[in-house]
C-alpha cells in the first residue's frame, strides 16, 4: 500500500466511523429519550412527583434542554416549592431566541406564576406583560394576570385584561367582570369607603344584574349607612336572585332585622322557606342562630337538630349546637338528644391513608394490602 493511498483512504474511514457512531448514539439516545419520557408522564400521572422531577430532569439534559420538557420540569418544581429552581429554569428557557411566540408566551407565564408565588409580584407583573404582548391574553395569563394585578391593587389592569381576552375569544366575560368590580367593592368596603364601594357594586350589577355577591353587598352598605329600610325592600326587590342560594338571601334579612328591631321581617320569611324546602340546612342554620341570640333555645335546638339529620358532618352546625348547650346548660334533656343523634348519624372516615396508592384503611399496615408498597401507611388529617 502506498502512502499516498493511505492518506486518502484514512479520512473515509474516519468519517464512516464518525457517521456510524453518530447513528448508532443517535439511536441509543433517542431510545432513552423515549423511556425517559413515558416514565415522566407516567409517574406524574400517578402523583410521584418526585420521580416525575427525576425524570424530567433527566430528559432535559438528554434533550439538549428541549423547551417543552424545560417548561413542564419548572413548573413542577414550583409546584413542589422548589421556588428558586422553578424561577430560574423558566428565565433560562425564557431567553432563549429559538421560541416561536405562543411556547414564549407560556413560558414567561409560568415565570409570572413563579414570581407570584414567591411573593416578588413587580417582577411577575413584568413577566405577565411580556407574555401577553407575545401570544395576547390567554386562560393561562389570563389566570395568573388577574390574580398579580388584584394583588399590586391595580384593579382596571386587571380589568383590561379580562375584557381583551374575552373580545379575543370571543366569549361573554360580563359575569366574571362584575365580580371583578364587586371584589374591588369589597377592598373599598373593608376601607370603610362606603360611597366608593356602593358606586362599584353598582356597577358590578350593570355587568351582570343577577350577581348575587353585588346585591347583598349593596345591601350590606345600606345597613352600614343606617339605612336599613332601604335594605330591607332593596332585598325583596332582588329576591330572585338568590335562587340556589336562599340562605344567603335570609341571613342579609336577618341582619336587617337586628339593625330594624324587627324579627318579623327575618323569621316569618325564613319560617316560610324552611316550610316549602325542608332539607335547607343553611336556612335553618342561620334561623338556629338567630333564635338562639334572642333566647329561644328550644326553637333554636328544633332547627339545629333537622340541620344536622340533614347534614350530619357539617361542623359548623355542631359548633353551634356546643355554644346552644353552654348557654343553656339547664336543660340535660337536650344534650342528650344530641348525643343520640350524633351517635346514629356520625361514621368516621379510616384512619390511615397508603401514599403511594391512597388505599384508605381503619388499621396502620407495615405493607399497603393493595400495592405491596413498604411503610407507605399514613395517618391522615380528619
Ligand atoms: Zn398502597
Not at 134 to 148: A, D
Not at 190 to 207: I, M, R, V
Not at 222 to 246: C, I, N, P, V
Not at 310 to 319: F, S
Request: proline share 3%; with cysteine.
Amino acid at each position: 500500500m502506498s502512502v499516498e493511498f493511505f492518506w486518502l483512504l484514512a479520512p473515509a474511514v474516519l468519517l464512516t466511523a464518525l457517521f456510524l457512531w453518530g447513528v448508532f448514539y443517535r439511536e441509543k439516545e433517542t431510545a432513552s429519550r423515549e423511556f425517559l419520557l413515558a416514565k415522566a408522564l407516567n409517574t406524574l400521572i400517578d402523583g410521584r412527583e418526585d420521580d416525575a422531577a427525576d425524570a424530567l430532569r433527566a430528559l432535559y439534559q438528554e434533550s439538549e434542554q428541549e423547551p417543552a420538557v424545560g417548561l413542564v420540569l419548572g413548573s413542577l418544581f414550583r409546584r413542589r416549592g422548589k421556588l428558586k429552581m422553578a424561577t430560574q429554569t423558566h428565565k433560562g428557557l425564557s431567553l432563549r431566541a429559538d421560541l416561536d411566540p405562543e411556547l414564549k408566551a407560556l413560558i414567561k407565564t409560568e415565570l409570572a406564576a413563579d414570581y407570584l408565588a414567591g411573593g416578588m409580584l413587580e417582577r411577575a407583573q413584568t413577566a405577565l406583560d411580556e407574555a401577553v404582548a407575545e401570544g395576547g391574553p390567554t386562560e393561562n395569563s389570563v389566570f395568573y394576570g388577574r390574580r398579580i394585578h388584584i394583588k399590586l391593587g391595580e384593579w382596571d389592569r386587571a380589568y383590561k385584561l379580562v375584557q381583551n381576552w374575552g373580545k379575543k375569544e370571543g366569549r361573554n366575560v360580563k359575569p366574571e367582570l362584575a365580580l371583578l368590580r364587586n371584589r374591588q367593592g369589597e377592598y373599598a368596603f373593608d376601607q370603610e369607603d362606603y360611597d366608593g364601594a356602593a358606586a362599584l357594586f353598582k356597577k358590578a350589577l350593570q355587568l351582570d344584574p343577577t350577581c348575587f355577591s353585588a346585591i347583598l353587598n349593596s345591601s350590606r352598605c345600606l345597613r352600614y349607612t343606617e339605612k336599613s329600610h332601604k335594605a330591607l325592600s332593596w332585598m325583596q326587590k332582588h329576591e330572585a336572585a338568590f335562587e340556589g342560594h336562599e340562605w344567603l338571601f335570609h341571613k342579609e334579612l336577618m341582619k336587617i332585622a337586628v339593625a330594624l328591631q324587627n324579627h318579623d321581617v327575618f323569621v316569618l320569611p325564613a319560617m316560610a322557606r324552611i316550610e316549602a324546602e325542608s332539607d335547607d340546612w343553611r336556612t335553618r342554620s342561620v334561623l338556629g342562630s338567630f333564635l338562639m341570640e334572642i333566647g329561644d333555645f328550644d326553637g333554636a335546638f328544633q332547627q339545629l337538630h333537622a340541620a344536622l339529620e340533614t347534614a350530619p358532618e357539617t361542623l359548623l352546625l355542631h359548633q353551634k349546637m356546643w355554644q346552644l348547650m353552654w348557654r343553656n346548660g339547664s336543660d340535660p334533656g337536650l344534650f342528650s338528644r344530641y348525643q343520640q343523634l350524633v351517635r346514629d348519624t356520625i361514621h368516621f372516615d379510616a384512619t390511615y391513608e397508603c401514599g403511594r396508592c391512597r388505599h384508605r384503611d381503619n388499621r396502620l399496615h407495615q405493607q399497603c394490602p393493595r400495592c405491596f408498597a413498604m411503610n407507605s401507611f399514613r395517618e391522615r388529617r380528619l
